[in-house]
């Protein structure tokens, strides 16, 4: 029996990992990004250069502004977050499951939705006062409706299999909704995190521009006001930072929670 | 194709340069506060001196000095801000060249609002003030440097207060009206107004608090180079600047009275900021008969802001302000 070289004609469709080209993308950009600086086609003052946006940043970091800022900004952050995704998870359960809470839920969701939460800042100033609620008001705002529907649409793909299986065992209602609905719309939630999570990060921003004096997004707007661009640029290094932190801790919890699935 | 391609270039290589020539781009506020240059314009001050501005409209001061940096606009009249000064400190080439309005006593142009119930209350002083909430526009703006050096002339510090920037005017206004900040620090029409509506009352008036250099005339780097050019749109702006005097500044056994050409310096700003004119006649800001500036008032807020970590160092007089071009013009003038 002879062995016949047949050539993979499929090989073109294999996506290869190429680590090297990620690395090389990176520092690539960061290379041409401080040889534009250095030779002075582009004024420092409307585009800093990397390195020296390092150095101001280590700077900060050794004045403690870093912490100031990145401290008040997670403070918001988390407490919105999760205001937010308790009560967006608690509402699509319900509305998932009774068939009252359905029929006065989802209209009301539908017609709330697609208001911009930016447009509710002024009207939260002025029922909570220009302190941090109204901050952590908006963040839990805009993280609550793609947790409640997510939630909801979590919970209504649940298997009727499933849901009869557990119901033939001997299951009362909030059994079947504890351990079979909920599990199975854990995906769904945890993409409603995700979602959340982006929309959280924009609102804090948005929020933390008016009557505040620390946080990122102050550092933002505030390096912006004074032109002090290299600490502008600091600013928004840390909410990419911010961003890529939110969606790694987000994957491990993912892990931690959904262990039964095997695609991640 | 490619000829019309050719016959747009060549448009645009010849237009654009002998366009760009005559015009001055000149970024200011639709404010009483750039009378002067609206004067200049309207009675043709500038083009007397062969100089034709093109009034450029700007929503607040910072942007200008940014315009400037960039290039978009030649000239600039307004506020002098922290921001300003970080351009210079950043490598970029603004000059001071004169004076654009002052917080001067007797010459309304700030003024500290706070709350009716506040007033009522028995807060009638700059010392009352300590604990409160104070909305601005931005750390950073004319109105912080005011407000902190209005405090520390009174005993207290910025630190006694707590400032709320609020980004807008117009937000400030709002916050004051719906008793989220207890005063705001905020420049004509909007501390008449609060009183008109009856929501806040005037505690002082900026400047017979702490008079000082609250705006200027910058030039970008290109056209102050062009010195023919910068010399003769000096010489139309100290021309303006004694008329806008003489008419609305002029005073007389301690009271304002008004010059002969004060109803034509009303109508032209209420013509150049859409403003009304009864509200126009309260008050117009103060500055130098000749356009001449507070040099050393200019070093005087350079410290402050360094002082309270706006700027991150000093800047030398000489890399920011340069009179040479309105002494030139003066003297050119008396001839």
Do not use: C
């Amino acid at each position: 029996m002879t062995r016949l070289a047949v050539e993979d004609r499929t090989r073109f469709l294999i996506r290869r990992d190429h680590p090297w080209w990620r690395v090389l993308a990176v520092v690539g950009i960061l290379v041409v990004w401080e040889l534009f600086a250095r030779i002075g086609w582009v004024p420092v003052l409307f585009l800093p250069s990397p390195i020296g946006v390092l150095r101001e940043g280590a700077d900060m970091i050794v004045s403690g502004e870093i912490a100031m800022h990145v401290a008040a900004s997670l403070r918001r952050l988390v407490l919105g977050f999760a205001v937010g995704a308790a009560l967006g998870i608690s509402v699509g359960i319900a509305v998932g499951f009774f068939s009252i809470a359905e029929a006065v839920g989802t209209p009301v969701i539908a017609a709330t939705f697609p208001i911009p939460k930016i447009a509710l800042l002024p009207l939260l100033i002025l029922w909570l006062g220009i302190g941090e609620a109204s901050k952590v008001a908006v963040i839990a705002l805009g993280v609550f409706f793609p947790m409640a529907i997510n939630t909801y649409t979590g919970v209504r793909q649940a298997d009727p299999l499933l849901v009869r299986a557990a119901v033939a065992f001997g299951a009362r209602r909030w059994s079947v909704i504890r351990k079979v609905m909920l599990p199975s719309a854990l995906p769904m939630i945890f993409a409603g995190l995700r979602l959340g999570a982006g929309t959280a990060l924009l609102l804090l921003v948005a929020a933390e521009m008016i009557a505040v004096e620390s946080g990122i997004g102050f550092l933002v707007l505030h390096a912006g006001n004074l032109m002090q661009t290299t600490k502008l640029m600091v600013g928004i290094v840390l909410l990419s930072l911010l961003g890529v932190l939110s969606h790694w801790s987000l994957n491990r919890l993912e892990r931690v929670a959904i262990s039964w699935r095997q695609d991640h | 194709m490619i000829r019309s391609l050719l016959a747009l270039v060549l448009l645009v290589t010849f237009t654009l340069p002998a366009h760009a020539a005559d015009k001055v781009k000149v970024g200011v506020l639709k404010l009483t506060s750039s009378a002067t240059l609206f004067v200049g314009v309207e009675k043709g001050f500038f083009k007397e001196f062969g100089v034709e501005p093109e009034l450029v409209y700007f929503q607040a001061a910072a942007p200008i000095a940014t315009a400037l940096a960039a290039g978009q606009v030649d000239v600039g009249a307004t506020g002098l801000t922290a921001a300003l000064y970080n351009i210079v400190l950043g490598g970029e080439k603004i000059w001071v060249v004169a004076d654009k309005g002052r917080e001067w006593p007797g010459y309304p142009l700030t003024a500290i609002v706070v709350q009716n119930e506040l007033y009522d209350g028995g807060l009638r002083g700059v010392t009352d003030l300590k604990g409160k909430r104070i909305g601005i526009t931005q750390l950073g703006s004319t109105f912080h440097y005011h407000l902190g050096n209005v405090l520390e002339k009174h005993g207290l510090t910025l630190n006694d207060v707590k400032i709320v920037p609020l980004q807008a005017m117009g937000a400030a206004m709002e916050a004051l009206k719906g008793k989220q900040v207890d005063a705001i620090m905020l420049p004509q029409p909007f501390p008449g107004t609060a009183e008109a509506q009856g929501f806040g009352r005037i505690l002082a008036w900026g400047g017979d608090l702490f008079p000082w250099q609250i705006a200027a005339v910058f030039y970008s780097k290109k056209f102050a180079a062009e010195r023919e050019r910068a010399v003769n749109f000096m010489k139309g702006y100290a021309k303006a600047a004694r008329y806008y005097h003489d008419a609305v500044l002029a005073q007389k056994d301690g009271g304002r009275a008004p010059g002969p050409n004060y109803d034509e310096v009303v109508a032209i700003t209420a013509k150049y900021t859409g403003g009304k004119p009864e509200i126009i006649r309260i008050g117009f800001p103060y500055q130098d008969r000749n356009g001449r500036l507070l040099t050393a008032d200019i070093a005087k807020q350079i410290d402050w802001w360094v002082k309270h970590g706006f700027m991150k160092s000093a800047l030398p007089l000489s890399e920011v302000v340069d009179t040479r071009f309105l002494e030139t013009a003066l003297k050119a003038l008396e001839k």
